[in-house]
């Protein structure tokens, strides 16, 4: 059981931010990545639409056999999270609770900012998460939607002229509230990350959620029994396997720039009509 892979999905590249953090977090695992690069954006679209997406990528991923599964897409998680766990037995672990619970520890003047798809923002969930993680503790949350900046970072334009420009029209109303610390509610964002930090300026700290999302990916398997001994042995880990559902040539290029290492495995597939095991 322990040797099997974790299963990570996204619409597209963005979840490859996550997929970097387990992977340093948890050297010996291994994972299968799935991004629906067919059908990204999902933050434009409906809740039913979403709710569709997001169980027919984790059908996939239990048909690879993984033992558990990151939703590392922040759209999906909102909207999706608790058909998830209906559906399917497997473990999940989706990315608003560990970016809100990072906010929440982050924040000195409890004026917090959120920047997320339309789908994510409208659903209201990360405001209703980072209440909860502040418990008692008076905050501020202040949401923006940038649907633009996902397909952005699908094109790989992070650093260019463009990306300034729409950045700076997204933020200014942020800026005007003097959060002291911004969640970047889309795992697409952190691609964007250096562009963001420039426009908001000193004194606000991004959150990332990837590597809070790392932390509880290790907690959740330990308490599953499920962990690989990270220091145990020699024995390396069977090599990484990424699955996308169009496009995958513009994936590859796309996602070795962000890893900073080839794919292992990299293959083009369909999702449509997977459905609960
Ligand atoms: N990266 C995803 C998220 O975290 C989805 C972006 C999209 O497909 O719109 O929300």
């Known amino acids: 059981m322990n040797s099997l892979p974790i299963g990570i999905f996204d619409s597209g590249v963005g979840g490859l931010t996550v997929l970097r953090a387990v992977r340093q977090r948890l050297?010996?695992?291994?994972?299968?990545?799935?991004?629906?690069?067919a059908r990204v954006p999902y933050g434009t679209k409906s809740r039913a639409t979403i709710e569709r997406y997001a169980i027919e990528d984790a059908a996939f991923l239990v048909e690879k056999g993984v033992k558990m599964i990151v939703v590392a897409c922040?759209?999906?998680?909102?909207?999706?999270?608790?058909?998830l766990r209906q559906e399917f037995d497997v473990p999940f672990l989706t990315v608003l609770g560990p970016g809100a619970?990072?906010?929440?520890?982050?924040?000195?003047?409890?004026?917090?900012?959120?920047?997320?798809?339309?789908?994510?923002?409208?659903?209201?969930?990360?405001?209703?998460?980072?209440?909860?993680?502040?418990?008692?503790?008076?905050?501020?949350?202040?949401?923006?939607?940038?649907?633009?900046?996902?397909?952005?970072v699908?094109?790989?334009e992070t650093d260019s002229q463009v990306a300034r420009l729409l950045a700076d029209q997204y933020l200014a109303p942020l800026r005007?509230?003097?959060?002291?610390?911004?969640?970047l509610g889309c795992t697409h964002y952190p691609l964007l990350k250096t562009v963001i930090a420039e426009t908001m300026g000193e004194g606000v700290t991004l959150i990332d959620s990837a590597?809070?999302?790392?932390?509880?990916?290790?907690?959740?398997?330990?308490?599953?029994?499920?962990?690989?001994?990270?220091?145990?042995?020699?024995?390396?880990?069977?090599?990484?396997?990424?699955?996308?559902?169009?496009?995958?040539?513009?994936?590859?290029?796309?996602?070795e720039r962000i890893l900073g290492?080839?794919?292992?495995?990299?293959?083009?597939?369909?999702v449509f009509g997977h459905d609960k095991l």
């Open 211 to 255: 590597e809070a999302v790392a932390e509880e990916t290790a907690q959740l398997l330990e308490q599953h029994d499920q962990l690989i001994d990270q220091q145990a042995g020699d024995k390396q880990p069977s090599p990484s396997r990424f699955y996308v559902t169009d496009a995958a040539q513009r994936f590859h290029k796309i996602a």
């Open 74 to 83: 922040n759209t999906a998680s909102a909207m999706a999270r608790e058909r």
């Open 261 to 270: 290492a080839p794919l292992e495995h990299l293959e083009a597939v369909e």
């Open 101 to 152: 619970r990072a906010a929440a520890r982050t924040t000195r003047s409890g004026r917090i900012g959120v920047i997320a798809t339309e789908a994510t923002i409208g659903s209201g969930a990360y405001e209703r998460a980072i209440h909860e993680a502040c418990g008692e503790r008076a905050v501020e949350v202040f949401s923006r939607a940038c649907p633009l900046f996902v397909p952005l």
């Open 154 to 156: 699908e094109e790989g």
């Open 27 to 37: 050297p010996r695992e291994s994972v299968v990545y799935l991004g629906d690069t």
């Open 176 to 183: 005007e509230q003097q959060i002291d610390t911004l969640v």
